[in-house]
C-alpha cells in the first residue's frame, strides 16, 4: 500500500511539472533588437532569447538557437541573404543557420509523449472508515483514472500540437533564407542556428 501511495504521488508531481507547452507567436518586426553590427553599408540587429519553457528547453539541449534578425541594405546593390549576406561569429567562424524545417523538428514538443498519462487510467480514489474492531475497510472506490488518464493525455497532445503549428507557422512566415534585400529596404526574419552559446554575430558581404 505504501508502495503504491508513493507511486501515485510521483506521477502527480510529475503530471504537474510535465504538461505541454503554449507558444507566444514571435513578431520580428516589433522586436527591441540591441545587439548590432554593420559593415560596407549593411546593418545587422539580431536578438536571441526568444523562446521559453519546453522550447527554450529544447534550444539547450539540442544545441539549436533561434534568432531574429533585422537586416538593413544602405549599400548600392541587391543582396541576397544566404548568397550575397552571410552570417559568422565574431572570432571569425562561420555561422551554420539550418533548414527552417530542421529547426521546426528540432525543437518542437512530441505530442505522442504525452501519452503515458494513459497510465493513471487504473486509478481509483477509494474511502475508507474505521469499523467497529478498529480496522480501516473501504466504503467505496471511484476509478477517477478512466477521466483523468485519457482527459490528460489528449489535452497535452492537443496543446503540444496547438502550440507547434504556431511555432512552425512562424518558422514559415518568417523564413529569410533566399531573401533579396533591395537596396535602402529593411528585411526581418528568424534563423535557427547550429550552436550551444550565445556568440556575437557579424555580417560577410560578398
Not at 500500500?1 to 507558444?23: D, H, P
Not at 559593415?39 to 539540442?62: F, S
Not at 475497510?137 to 497532445?157: C, R, W, Y
Request: aromatic share 8%; with cysteine.
Amino acid at each position: 500500500m505504501k508502495l503504491i501511495k508513493i507511486t501515485l504521488l510521483c506521477i502527480v508531481i510529475s503530471t504537474l511539472t510535465n504538461c505541454a507547452s503554449g507558444y507566444k507567436m514571435i513578431k520580428p518586426t516589433s522586436i527591441n533588437y540591441i545587439s548590432t553590427y554593420e559593415t560596407d553599408g549593411v546593418k545587422l540587429e539580431y536578438k536571441y532569447d526568444l523562446l521559453d519553457k519546453k522550447y527554450a528547453k529544447k534550444e539547450y539541449t539540442k544545441g539549436v538557437k533561434l534568432v531574429a534578425i533585422k537586416i538593413t541594405n544602405n549599400s548600392n546593390r541587391d543582396l541576397m541573404f544566404g548568397r550575397d549576406i552571410t552570417l559568422a561569429y565574431k572570432g571569425g567562424a562561420e555561422v551554420y543557420i539550418l533548414e527552417n524545417e530542421k529547426v521546426f523538428s528540432t525543437l518542437k514538443q512530441s505530442p505522442a509523449s504525452y501519452l503515458w498519462y494513459l497510465l493513471l487510467t487504473p486509478v481509483n480514489f477509494h474511502t475508507t472508515k474505521t469499523n467497529s474492531n478498529g480496522f480501516t475497510e473501504n466504503t467505496s472506490s471511484t476509478p477517477i483514472g478512466l477521466v483523468l488518464g485519457p482527459g490528460l493525455a489528449g489535452g497535452n497532445m492537443i496543446a503540444a500540437g496547438s502550440a507547434n503549428q504556431k511555432f512552425n507557422s512562424d518558422l514559415m512566415d518568417h523564413n529569410i533564407n533566399g531573401v533579396i534585400i533591395k537596396k535602402g529596404e529593411t528585411k526581418h526574419g528568424l534563423i535557427g542556428i547550429k550552436s550551444d552559446s550565445f556568440d556575437a554575430l557579424k555580417l560577410k558581404i560578398e
